[in-house]
């Protein structure tokens, strides 16, 4: 079975600076999906970034990026110019290859992001 | 604006009461989840219906039943259930293609339960 473990309870950053959120998991398969969802406190989870773990790059989407390093089994991500809207949980998940569904996911504890003005 | 809609937001009940958690998807998906949120515990997935079918059961008691009459509804029936089963519930709701980089699952805003 796949774990998935962020050792970070609690964040914080100032606006309009760079925070890292860490994730590491645990697969014996080769192929799947890594992904941060976010739940602000309106409490819907909502995509941030997702990552084949067949490609090399490292996904990026706007101000938010991943440091994935599959032999390590990390998956990090980087919140670049914090906004004060970004504060909220952030899990980070997987999802077997062999899944056709994209709803079978297996979570991480998540990490409470907090944003200073 | 959110395609999967729950209710209700909240939920207050007793240990003998009966409540049944409705979830609505107005995406086209075809598959449909119920997922458990306990504080300071990772989401756990509790049932999972592909095509109206329940494909997927996780060892979740049968104090919870879920029911999915059509591809855009799933409700969660619930009964004699226990403190320890307050959380907030998530329902979640993908397009099953057969091909995994075309599937993304959307949440719904949950429903928190409170047992006393």
């Known amino acids: 079975a796949q774990t998935v473990t962020q050792s970070q309870p609690e964040m914080s950053v100032q606006e309009a600076e760079t925070v890292t959120l860490s994730c590491t998991y645990d697969?014996?398969?080769?192929?799947?999906?890594l992904f941060w969802y976010k739940q602000p406190p309106s409490r819907q989870m909502i995509l941030v970034i997702r990552q084949e773990a067949y490609k090399q790059q490292n996904a990026t989407e706007n101000r938010f990026s991943v440091n994935f390093q599959k032999a390590a089994k990390s998956f990090s991500l980087k919140i670049s110019d914090s906004q004060l809207g970004d504060a909220a949980m952030y899990f980070c998940?997987?999802?077997?290859?062999?899944?056709?569904?994209?709803?079978?996911?297996?979570f991480g504890e998540g990490t409470q992001l907090t944003v200073n003005p | 604006e959110t395609g999967v809609t729950q209710t209700p937001r909240h939920l207050v009940m007793g240990m003998t009461n009966k409540k049944s958690l409705k979830c609505e998807q107005h995406l086209g998906h075809n598959a449909m989840y119920w997922y458990k949120q306990s504080a300071k515990k990772p989401l756990e997935l509790m049932f999972v219906y592909s095509l109206e079918e329940r494909v997927e059961n996780n060892s979740v008691p049968s104090r919870f039943s879920p029911e999915c009459p059509n591809s855009s509804h799933l409700f969660l029936h619930l009964h004699t259930l226990q403190p320890e089963d307050s959380a907030l519930y998530l329902c979640a709701s993908s397009q099953e293609t057969g091909r995994t980089s075309d599937t993304e699952a959307f949440f719904g805003q949950g429903t928190r339960l409170t047992v006393v």
């Open positions: 697969t014996s398969e080769s192929d799947y999906y």
């Open positions: 998940a997987y999802r077997s290859a062999g899944e056709t569904s994209g709803s079978r996911l297996t």
